[in-house]
């Protein structure tokens, strides 16, 4: 079946836009997870949604991040207010919450630049 | 707090050679340990994950890793490098606490030579 698809692939923007990062999970995964890697920081978890809730959201790194998640399906993280250090590479990761619920099915990513 | 140390950020080897990619955790429990790969402008892929059920964990490629509870170490090796394995490899904890959030190493980047 289809794996974890993310979009756009790239995106450049200015300092100060808001930009909008799209994640479609594996169909049926309730779990799903934001991450980011960067070259400074390595890979970090950012939120994690069970369905349409998100009860951690501990690493968001500051108020211009949020994210929300409909119908249990599609995520979207919302950066505002863009700055030069949000650039990286923002990775979304679905699993099921039946059987295996530890392994996480990672989308390509989408890379962000912030001029 | 659980955490993963890889050893070495790069590893270098010749094609044919084995390798090795070394991590060691920190954790007050038996963790749930995985090795994931990421191929250049590729997508994260599971290689391996450690569950307790077995302390040598076969994975996919070639790769196995070893969990040795008395040295917190959960190294991944291959007998023969083939230059397909070139590729970023992260040792990754989930931490207790429930949501299963993955905790990454720094990353090992493994060149491989012909």
């Known amino acids: 079946g289809a794996g974890v698809s993310q979009s756009p692939s790239n995106k450049v923007t200015e300092k100060g836009k808001d930009v909008e990062l799209r994640c479609d999970p594996i169909?049926?995964?309730?779990?799903l997870y934001w991450y980011r890697q960067s070259l400074g920081q390595g890979l970090e978890f950012l939120i994690y949604?069970?369905?349409?809730?998100?009860?951690?959201k501990s690493g968001l790194p500051s108020d211009r991040f949020s994210a929300e998640r409909t119908g249990g399906s599609v995520s979207t993280l919302t950066i505002q207010r863009t700055q030069q250090e949000d650039s990286a590479v923002y990775l979304c990761?679905?699993?099921?919450?039946?059987?295996?619920?530890?392994?996480?099915?990672f989308g390509p990513g989408t890379r962000l630049l912030v001029l | 707090a659980q955490s993963v140390t890889q050893l070495d950020s790069h590893v270098s080897v010749s094609e044919g050679t084995p390798v090795l990619l070394r991590c060691n955790y920190s954790s007050s429990y038996s963790p749930s340990l995985f090795w994931y790969v990421q191929h250049p402008n590729k997508g994260l892929q599971l290689l391996l994950k450690y569950t307790s059920a077995a302390t040598l964990v076969k994975g996919i490629n070639g790769f196995e890793a070893e969990f040795k509870k008395s040295e917190t170490s959960f190294h991944l090796t291959k007998p023969s490098a083939h230059m397909s394995d070139a590729a970023e490899y992260f040792c990754?904890?989930?931490?207790?606490?429930?949501?299963?959030?993955?905790?990454f190493g720094a990353g090992t980047r493994l060149a491989v030579h012909p």
């Open positions: 990754v904890v989930i931490p207790s606490g429930g949501y299963n959030k993955l905790i």
């Open positions: 949604f069970q369905g349409n809730s998100a009860p951690d």
């Open positions: 169909s049926g995964h309730t779990a």
């Open positions: 990761a679905s699993s099921s919450q039946t059987g295996d619920q530890e392994t996480q099915y």
